[in-house]
């Protein structure tokens, strides 16, 4: 934990190896997810025959969505081993959670316009 004096702390060699690998892990997983998604994707598509375009790009784009915010949850994670102390540490979160919620309002708008579009599309037949 802390250092008597000075209030820093180190994370031992052992257990940032751990939390290394442990992303790595992660990550390799997640690129299986990402693979059965697309899968199921192409598969939903192939039976969506009336929405089939809108369907394809708004599961496309939430593929998208979900490999930049896994992508950044990881980049994150992996300053976060890095970290030197706890001051370090606040302001990556601080950064992690601003970024996070912008990416994510934005993201939220692109998907409800492009329902929107394919409710509208649906709706004209």
Not at 77 to 91: G, I, P, S
Not at 108 to 113: I, T, V
Request: hydrophobic share 40%; net charge negative; aromatic share 6%.
């Amino acid at each position: 934990m802390a250092k008597e004096g000075n209030g820093n702390f180190e994370i031992p060699a052992e257990m940032r190896a751990f939390a290394e690998k442990s992303v790595e892990q992660a990550k390799q997983a997640f690129d299986s997810f990402i693979s059965a998604a697309q899968h199921a994707v192409n598969t939903a598509e192939n039976q969506a025959t009336t929405a089939r375009s809108g369907a394809k790009e708004i599961g496309e784009m939430a593929i998208g969505f979900t490999q930049r915010n896994v992508a950044s949850s990881f980049e994150f994670a992996e300053k976060l081993v890095r970290a030197k102390d706890a001051q370090e540490l606040t302001a990556l979160h601080t950064d992690y959670v601003k970024s996070q919620i912008a990416a994510l309002s934005d993201q939220a708008k692109e998907l409800s316009k492009q329902v929107a579009k394919l409710a509208g599309q649906a709706g004209q037949h």
